[in-house]
């Protein structure tokens, strides 16, 4: 099934076409389409074990410490994550390598037929998120991996994801979010407690007490462990250093002491901290070594969480996108840098808690440019600004609104100064345009990448 390289075969370009035909309109819970489709694909999901990630926040940063741990244990992983932040070949990765534009488009071309058939055998075709999994179930096997990584997309009980064997089961933080997953914490743990399986170990972040009775239930229910951080493992040691953190973590295992993990923030120590306990509960509880931490942490990043894209003024992205996450995100900022003028920059689909993220954010900056990014689903700037001026009628902040997510950064790089700091935010859709552009504008500069990014929109 391997895709020759040199450019032969399907092109990338088609592929993408294919793919964005298949975003959905309209879809409820089910798993017929996926199960389906694994069905005639001989099942591949179930020929190598998994370590399967949900939450609602810090999935991703999590599955990408859990795939370097293994790794650095001397074991080939496959890791599945989303969504992407500037190419959907991010989303599946051999051992921290992205999936080649060539592998990617015949992986595609091999389902073609089998997704034809499922095509003709349900009311809705196979969606965009069920052939991406699907892809990542295949291109694995073909791999041959030692083990699968795989980050939930939504919820977890009728996530596409959830056909994997699922051996060690994590529960990062939960909390409201999506509203099809439910209105209230303990019903959102609900449908995420759905990835337990017989057999498996949970492995659970802090929780609020509710969330955390839901999911005991759900463990007991099956008969498996639960370890919970706090109780079975913890960071119990945590300094500040130069591009990072040195922690001090706690697990069933073994204590690990100062290691240098290159992320900020409590939440990021603390979802390193979860991937340990979850690398330990892989390998059926047993330690492992410290320099294998260490090795593995100091490979770690996390693009579009809490990074430092440049210094002078300092540029932050975070793809905060719900009042938990932007609580992290502002705590974390503060906590870890300082500067003279904050400029906000936000972004934020108009379907999440704008109010919620608003009051966690707005105190990091006194101006704030609300834009909109590419995604059908983001909220119109008019809308934004009014929702900021409602928020802080009287903090004295500067409010600006412009059309496109270039257009809020060239605002912005205009007018700060080198000790100020420029914070983008709100959607990893806003993060992830942010970091092509700005990305196209150090290679171009700014006039050149502005005609550059429009082509690549066209």
Request: a negative charge; charged letters at 20%; proline letters at 6%.
């Amino acid at each position: 099934m391997r895709g020759k390289q040199g450019g032969e075969g399907p092109c990338f370009s088609q592929a993408l076409r294919a793919l964005r035909q298949r975003v959905p309109t309209r879809i409820g819970p089910s798993l017929e389409r996926i199960r389906a489709l694994t069905a005639l694909l001989d099942e591949p999901q179930l020929s190598y074990p998994s370590i399967h990630i949900t939450g609602t926040n810090g999935k991703t940063t999590t599955a990408r410490v859990v795939a370097r741990l293994l790794e650095a244990s001397g074991l080939t992983t496959g890791l599945y994550t989303s969504p992407h932040l500037e190419s959907v070949t991010e989303r599946l990765a051999y051992c921290g390598e992205p999936i080649s534009q060539e592998e990617f488009a015949f992986t595609l071309s091999y389902l073609e037929p089998y997704l034809a058939c499922v095509d003709g055998l349900t009311e809705i075709p196979v969606t965009y998120f069920e052939v991406l999994t699907a892809m990542a179930f295949v291109w694995f096997q073909e791999r041959a991996v030692d083990v699968g990584v795989f980050e939930v997309g939504m919820g977890g009980r009728w996530d596409a994801t959830n056909l994997v064997r699922g051996e060690v089961a994590v529960f990062c933080a939960v909390g409201l979010d999506h509203p099809e997953l439910g209105s209230t914490p303990e019903e959102v743990a609900w449908e995420k407690a759905g990835i337990l399986k017989p057999g498996c170990v949970g492995i659970s972040a802090r929780q609020e007490p509710g969330v955390l009775g839901v999911l005991r239930r759900a463990a007991e229910d099956l008969g498996v462990p639960l370890w919970v951080e706090g109780e079975d493992f913890a960071v119990e040691g945590r300094s500040l250093a130069v591009g990072g953190q040195v922690l001090d973590i706690r697990t069933p295992g073994a204590r690990y002491e100062e290691v240098y993990l290159p992320l900020f923030g409590l939440h990021q120590a603390q979802n390193a901290c979860l991937a340990v306990a979850a690398a330990e509960a892989f390998f059926g509880g047993r330690a492992l070594s410290q320099e294998v931490v260490e090795e593995a942490f100091a490979a770690v990043s996390s693009p579009g969480r809490l990074e430092v894209f440049s210094r002078h003024p300092l540029v932050v992205l975070d793809g905060a996108h719900n009042p938990m996450g932007a609580r992290a995100f502002a705590s974390s900022v503060k906590e870890a840098f300082a500067w003279d003028r904050g400029f906000l920059v936000l972004g934020i689909l108009g379907d999440k808690d704008i109010p919620g993220i608003l009051r966690e954010v707005l105190g990091l900056a006194e101006v704030v440019v609300v834009t909109r990014n590419t995604n059908p689903r983001s909220a119109p700037p008019e809308i934004l600004a009014k929702e900021v001026r409602r928020a802080a009628p009287s903090s004295g902040v500067v409010v600006e609104t412009v059309p496109d997510v270039p257009s809020a950064l060239e605002a912005v790089i205009g007018a700060a100064g080198e000790t100020d700091a420029i914070l983008v935010t709100g959607s990893l859709y806003t993060v992830g345009e942010a970091r092509s552009y700005l990305r196209l504008r150090g290679e171009l500069g700014p006039e050149r990448a502005r005609r550059a990014w429009e082509e690549r929109r066209e």
